[in-house]
């Protein structure tokens, strides 16, 4: 299998990511795919294109000095006296630092968690190690760290003698709950998709760079104290943490190509950092639910993708209710079926995995020796499969033995299909298949969040930033110009051009003037998102905010 | 006394009703109908004295006309055929001249009297050559050209090897005309200020000759439309009209003189001609100027073809309870001025129908026929309209729908002067609010502030940067030009770069009433939704310009401020990091 990254021979990858990478996973909030992405490639010195030799890991400053002067209070959902002690050396320490003036410097120390409090992207009810910034600035990344056994056991031993380092000990970084790899497989994405463009490489290297560390420096460098002092308490400072990234599929797939190219012209603008990190976060997430479906697609295959004919073949078909009164309803019916459609899609190509895997198998082994095969293949992919689960699978393949002896039939092998379906595909299940609808909710790709019909949808956010990688930097084109664009580029359908290049009229009984309207409404959204301008003459010109 | 028809009144319904395309409104129609009893409307506009003098020269550049319909590019056009000493120009006639041009010492000039009209391709292919001639002097072709700035920019989207051109248009479009330039002038008829030409088109439409014939019917004593041509050759009411013209300029709605055209004549006649109402009932107090000049209920069709109602219609003049008037209208008066005042406005004429308003008034008064009572509030907004335009008590302003109508005006009045200390603190504290999106009270700096707007927790803007009030000017910019009406005065923002900043020119930006309302409503407590939809995007795009403009170039790292919650109010704080690495506060 052709594959960009850190592929472990030994290792036992479930059945998702054979078919997208190692690894996306439901549990990664929207924020963290753009948190772990930007740690990653900070950690390889804003290199792209590393990662892809064993020995290349990127570094994770711990930093939980800081975290811990932020996040822990007594409110912590995790108290431990360790980490009580921690944070009270720290103050001390900081109070030192603070000059003395007409300010108490207790103030002044509140007044800085606080203010970097106020940054914060991630709370929900976490632990402090594993809660986040938004990253402002370099030094305000931080990677999910867990206290070993944290959440089971509660700290009892005496502390007071604790040095620094004691007290940090066993706090590790390689969890992957919620920084679950999502991130590093769009870092390895677009690494992937500049190597062979090392100037656009270089571009988007650079800008990310300057976003991170050009402004809100002060920021950084309040940050960075608050960690020195932690630092100066300990014997001997830290050595950061290291990280090795996962894989993706197929490298020379086209799609991530065009994944670099809008992120380069996203890139290029002029708002300030903290707006274009979050239009950027809406971009990743977006990238992210195009790079699934792609590989969903009932057409795809890893040979389309040598040749670059998967972009066309394999678009998605993303149609967009934009909401009005009256008869849109039929616009939001349609959308909803559209994405119930891209998720048949996943499991379908989850199946079609499994059946591959099936006949192959049949073809190569006498129907004797048929079932062990199975079973060894079933123990290539889950070492640890739960036993109810195992005991079920079990009983199936000794109901399929007599049948097997008898030959091969199409109904038998599809009985089998299903079964390991069962058991192979239940962590896609679980875990896997949610994923896009839960991203596509977090950016405004689908509505609602909680409530009937989900269906496609573009929040004024996504839309903005599609904008922006769609229209470079100076440039304006026509509204209809920009409706084609958005459709060759992502699949997305509006108005009824677009609705008849995907062979909707065909499909499902609608008329044009139902997608007319849909597209009308979109123009007039557009245009109050001051991403249109509409002269007397009823021309529409879309351009940058 | 015999039925009369005016012909006058034929000819103002011909703008407004008979034909859906409003042909008399059409430059086209009016040069080859009848001219009316004084002669047809020929408005003296600048413009037309400009190109006429531009084009009297013997190199003339060549000219792009932008604007709406209505506008009078094609007016202009054809005037300008006129001193090339063309015939009468018919439709023939326009298209050849698109590739066969009409000579004059030795200027061949081409002209497309509407780039709409033609295909995409020869559009495209009109622009190219202009683009041409424009880096070769020695090139004899001149083009004038009148386009929808629309289709303009489109054309030009397609011909990325033209930078040049598209280039001199944008700028010509975005910062007006280069009147001295040699190859090539845009002007943009959407900068006309139509309310410069309100007096000079009633003054016309109301001219004796125009109504003499009504002396001769019989049904001249009730009949509005005579009546509204008599009141509006007034100067307090054309007055108060071209106000209302102007206000909605300061709102940034352009108007034609079509559109003009069309709803003075509206105005006049209702929609009525002379013998519906030689034939109609008792009460026509509903045809009066002041109910037509909006758009009358009764007639939806009208106010659906026209705009400029809807526009005017949304300020729902008369629609809304002001004590004080609604008290003088119904009690007739306190003192023995009022009561005069108000005999002379409420009398015994057509828009009161005559008697009846005031005996609906006094049995409202007295309190003894209940449905007359309710008649008698049924014509609040009736009279109230009738004070905007003619009373003289109270200030025309108290109905319209702004809280800031009269801090506007005072600005407008001392252009010049030094303003108001006061109103603009309130300002700089209304745009603070604007720029922050919270309620601070900071009225001595301007703020500069960047956040992040989906934090979990409560939100500490940073400041990026601070202008102090004495960097900051709010008056009215004379705008007026000598080779264009345009509106004589601009509300200007005008602010002096900080000392941090390198950039040494200031920031020029211009305000409309709308955008003044929105920042001085958030500055007294107004809530961030009204007139958001009007005024947020522009508001951002000044922030955005001043952060471009003046974000300090070098960052002091070691300074962070930003405004934190503290009991009541966000209070500025500010931390430094000094030189021994110790946090400082201040």
Redesign the interface.
């Known amino acids: 299998m052709n594959v960009y990254g850190q592929f472990q021979r030994d290792e036992k990858y479930p059945l998702e990511a054979l078919i997208w990478g190692h690894r996306l996973r439901d549990n990664q909030h929207w924020i963290e795919y753009l948190l772990e992405f930007l740690s990653v490639l900070v950690g390889y010195d804003y290199s792209f294109g590393r990662g892809t030799q064993p020995h290349q890991k990127y570094r994770i400053p711990k930093r939980l000095g800081l975290r811990r002067f932020i996040f822990y209070d007594k409110y912590e959902k995790t108290q431990d006296s360790r980490d009580d002690r921690a944070v009270k050396m720290l103050r001390e320490a ?1 109070v030192n ?3 003395q ?1 007409k ?1 108490d410097a207790e ?2 120390l509140q ?2 968690q ?2 970097l ?7 929900d009810n976490r632990s402090w190690y594993a809660k986040s910034l ?1 990253p ?1 600035h370099e030094n305000l990344l931080l990677w999910e760290a867990l206290r070993k056994r944290s959440t089971k056991d509660t700290y009892r031993g005496p502390v007071d003698h604790f040095s620094a380092d004691d007290l940090d000990e066993s706090i590790e970084f390689n969890a992957r709950n919620f920084f679950a790899r999502g991130g590093e497989l769009y870092y390895l994405i677009i690494s992937a998709g500049t190597e062979h463009d090392s100037e656009r490489r270089e571009r988007i290297a650079r800008s990310l760079w300057r976003l991170l560390t ?9 940050a960075s ?1 608050i960690d020195q002092t932690w630092q100066e308490q300990k014997q001997s400072p830290d050595n950061d943490a290291q990280g090795s990234p996962g894989w993706i599929p197929d490298p020379d797939c086209k799609l991530y190509q065009q994944f670099a190219e809008d992120l380069d012209i996203l890139l290029d603008n ?1 708002l ?4 274009s990190l ?1 239009l950027l976060a809406h971009l990743i997430c977006f990238h992210v639910i195009l790079y699934i479906y792609h590989r969903a697609h009932p057409q795809h295959d890893p040979s389309l993708c040598q040749t670059g004919k998967c972009l066309d073949v394999c678009r998605p078909e993303l149609l967009i209710d934009i909401p009005g009164d009256e008869e849109s309803q039929k616009v939001r019916s349609l959308s909803a079926n559209q994405l119930r459609l891209h998720e048949q899609w996943q499991v379908e190509r989850v199946r079609r995995y499994i059946k591959a895997k099936v006949e192959a198998i049949a073809k190569q082994t006498p129907p004797d020796q048929f079932l062990d095969q199975i079973r060894a293949e079933v123990d290539r992919y889950l070492g640890g499969i739960r036993r109810k689960g195992r005991e079920q699978f079990e009983k199936n393949m000794q109901s399929f033995e007599p049948k097997v002896l008898a030959g091969y039939t199409a109904h038998m092998l599809d009985q089998v299909v299903e079964s390991l379906d069962e058991v192979m595909g239940r962590n896609f299940r679980d875990h896997f298949v949610s994923v896009h609808r839960r991203l596509g909710r977090s950016i405004g790709l689908i509505a609602p969040l909680r409530g009937p019909q989900p269906r496609f949808v573009l929040g004024d956010n996504l839309l903005k930033t599609l904008t922006m990688t769609v229209i470079p930097a100076g440039k ?3 509204f209809g110009q920009f409706l084609e664009t958005l459709y060759a580029r992502y699949g997305i359908i509006i108005g009824p051009g677009e609705a008849r290049k995907a062979q909707f009229f065909k499909r499902s009984r609608t008329n044009e003037g139902v997608f007319a309207r849909n597209r009308d409404r979109f123009l007039l959204r557009m245009k ?1 998102a ?1 991403l249109l301008t ?8 879309v351009h940058r905010p | 006394m015999a039925r009369v028809q005016n012909p006058f009144v034929d000819y103002l319904n011909r703008y407004t009703t008979a034909s859906p395309n409003h042909e008399a409104a059409f430059d086209e129609y009016i040069a080859a109908a009848q001219p009316p009893a004084a002669g047809p409307l020929r408005l003296q506009t600048k413009i037309e004295r400009f190109l006429l003098e531009v084009y009297n020269k013997d190199r003339p550049p060549s000219v792009i006309l932008t604007g709406n319909a209505g506008d009078g590019k094609t007016y202009l056009c054809r005037q300008v055929l006129r001193t090339f000493g063309s015939p009468q120009v018919s439709d023939l006639l326009w298209e050849s001249l698109v590739d066969r041009p009409i000579e004059r010492n030795g200027t061949r000039l081409f002209v497309v009297k509407d780039l709409s009209e033609l295909s995409e391709e020869k559009g495209k292919e009109i622009l190219d050559r202009l683009g041409e001639g424009l880096n070769n002097p020695a090139n004899p072709n001149r083009y004038l050209i009148a386009a929808n700035e629309g289709r303009l920019r489109q054309l030009l989207s397609g011909l990325p090897h033209r930078g040049e051109l598209s280039q001199t248009i944008n700028h010509q479009l975005e910062n007006g005309a280069e009147i001295t330039n040699e190859s090539l002038i845009v002007i943009n008829l959407n900068r006309v200020a139509t309310s410069t030409f309100v007096p000079e088109t009633l003054r016309w439409m109301t001219d004796p000759r125009h109504w003499h014939d009504c002396q001769q019917c019989h049904a001249r004593d009730k009949c509005p439309i005579r009546y509204n041509a008599e009141q509006l050759a007034n100067n307090e009411i054309v007055s108060r009209v071209q106000t209302l013209y102007q206000l909605l300029e300061a709102i940034g709605e352009h108007l034609t003189v079509r559109d003009m055209l069309i709803h003075f004549a509206y105005t006049i006649s209702g929609g009525q001609t002379c013998r519906k109402i030689q034939q109609a009932g008792s009460d026509l107090s509903q045809f009066v100027y002041y109910e037509n000049i909006f758009g009358r209920a009764d007639d939806e069709g009208f106010r659906r073809k026209s705009h400029l109602t809807q526009l005017l219609a949304r300020l729902q003049i008369g629609q809304h309870s002001s004590f004080e008037i609604d008290e003088f209208i119904l009690s007739g008066g306190k003192t023995s001025d009022e009561t005069f005042i108000h005999q002379k406005l409420f009398g015994e004429t057509i828009d009161v129908n005559f008697k009846q308003f005031n005996q609906d008034r006094r049995a409202y008064l007295e309190g003894s026929d209940n449905s007359r009572a309710q008649d008698a509030l049924k014509w609040l907004p009736h009279c109230r309209r009738k004070i905007f335009f003619t009373g003289s008590i109270h200030h025309y302003y108290r109905l319209l729908p702004f809280r800031f109508f009269q801090e506007y005006h005072q600005l407008y009045r001392s252009s010049g002067e030094r303003i108001d200390e006061q109103t603009l603190r309130l300002f700089v504290k209304g745009l603070n609010r604007a720029f922050s999106r919270l309620y601070l009270h900071e009225d001595q700096h301007l703020y500069i502030t960047a956040q992040y707007l989906h934090s979990v927790n409560q939100p500490h803007p940073l400041v990026l940067f601070r202008i102090p009030i004495d960097n900051i000017r709010l008056f009215f910019d004379e705008t007026a030009a000598d080779y264009i009406d345009v509106t004589r005065y601009t509300l200007c923002l005008d602010i002096s770069p900080p000392r941090t900043s390198q950039n040494q020119e200031p920031l020029k930006w211009r305000l409309g009433i709308l955008q003044f309302e929105y920042i001085m409503r958030l500055a007294v407590g107004g809530n961030f939704a009204i007139l958001a939809t009007e005024c947020e995007l522009d508001i951002r795009r000044l922030k955005d310009e001043l952060i471009k403009r003046f974000a300090p170039t070098t960052l002091d790292q070691h300074v962070v401020e930003f405004f934190m919650p503290a009991r009541s109010r966000y209070e500025l704080r500010r931390l430094r990091i000094n030189e021994h690495r110790k946090i400082v506060a201040e």
């Open positions: 900081l630092k603070v000059e003036n300010y103030a002044t007044q800085i606080v203010l409090r106020s940054f914060a992207v991630i709370e938004f402002a050009e402004q809100n420096q002060s920021l950084g460098e309040l104290l002029s300030d950092a903290l707006e979050e304006t084109m026509t109050l001051g509409q002269y007397s003459d009823a021309t529409a010109m």
